[in-house]
């Protein structure tokens, strides 16, 4: 079902546990774990939202568009891609055009390092992407979002357990029998309003002790 009609039909219902930016900040978690260097991604992370403020006013594009130059700088695109992609045809402040490329130089490094401590999966992935004979475009691209991707399910997964453990997918249906009930959505996934109400827990102190929780077990790794 398209997550645009899940959404309509369960409006109201259901609470949305997500991921806040979630690939930039886990791989930024990564490079702090493994003691890398990396200003221009925590700057990116800790300023997300001037940075899509800037971007959306000097293009006069909304909030979502200025998120997707983040994906495509992160992931083997460039402000020009992004800008052809969207038809953006506004002259470059010379100060984006800088602060974009530092960022992207920034990625590759870091994505460098993860394959060379990932070879196998690096592997996996060009066996996967290379059948039939095709090329290969954007390797690095396509490797990190794979492995943020796999990093990413880890985290969900063990936020739902942690959820489940504690019976917030614990559904008591009109027959009167308690069912399991929820949906995982990629950075994230619902809870039952009716479910979490009932066991008298406000949704932000739930959502606080659960990142505490995901934190303490230290998921993210640089392997």
Same mark, same amino acid.
């Given at each position: ?6 959404? #309509? ?6 609470? +949305?546990?997500?991921?806040?930016? !979630? ?10 774990? !493994?003691?890398? +260097?990396?200003?221009?991604? +925590? ?5 997300? +939202? @001037? ?29 020009? #891609?992004?800008?052809? *992609?969207? =038809?953006?045809?506004?002259? /470059? $402040? ?16 870091? #994505? %460098? ?18 059948? %039939? ?10 490797? &990190? ?6 990093? =990413? ?10 959820? /489940?453990?504690? %019976? ?6 009109? $027959? ?5 009930? %929820?949906?995982? @959505? ?18 932000? #102190? &739930? ?5 505490? !929780?995901?934190? *303490?077990? $230290? ?5």
């Amino acid at each position: 079902m398209p997550r645009r009609l899940r959404n #309509t039909l369960l409006h109201g219902l259901v609470y +949305d546990i997500d991921l806040v930016q !979630a690939q930039p900040s886990i791989l930024l978690q990564i490079c702090r774990n !493994a003691g890398w +260097d990396c200003p221009q991604l +925590d700057n990116m992370v800790t300023n997300r +939202d @001037e940075f899509l403020r800037i971007v959306s006013n000097e293009y006069g594009v909304t909030r979502a568009i200025a998120k997707e130059l983040i994906t495509s700088l992160m992931f083997g695109g460039s402000l020009d #891609t992004w800008k052809f *992609s969207h =038809e953006i045809e506004k002259e /470059d $402040n010379p100060a984006m055009v800088t602060g974009c490329q530092d960022f992207v130089n920034e990625i590759l490094n870091i #994505t %460098g390092q993860l394959k060379f401590q990932n070879l196998a999966l690096f592997k996996v992935i060009k066996t996967l992407k290379t059948q %039939g004979h095709h090329e290969w475009k954007n390797e690095l691209g396509s490797f &990190l979002a794979h492995y943020l991707q796999h990093q =990413e399910f880890l985290i969900v997964e063990y936020a739902m357990i942690w959820m /489940d453990q504690r %019976g917030f997918f614990d559904y008591k249906a009109p $027959n009167r029998k308690l069912v399991k009930a %929820g949906s995982y @959505e990629y950075d994230g996934f619902k809870l039952w309003r009716e479910v979490v109400d009932r066991k008298g827990v406000h949704i932000q #102190t &739930l959502c606080d002790e659960l990142n505490l !929780a995901v934190q *303490s077990k $230290n998921i993210v790794t640089g392997k």
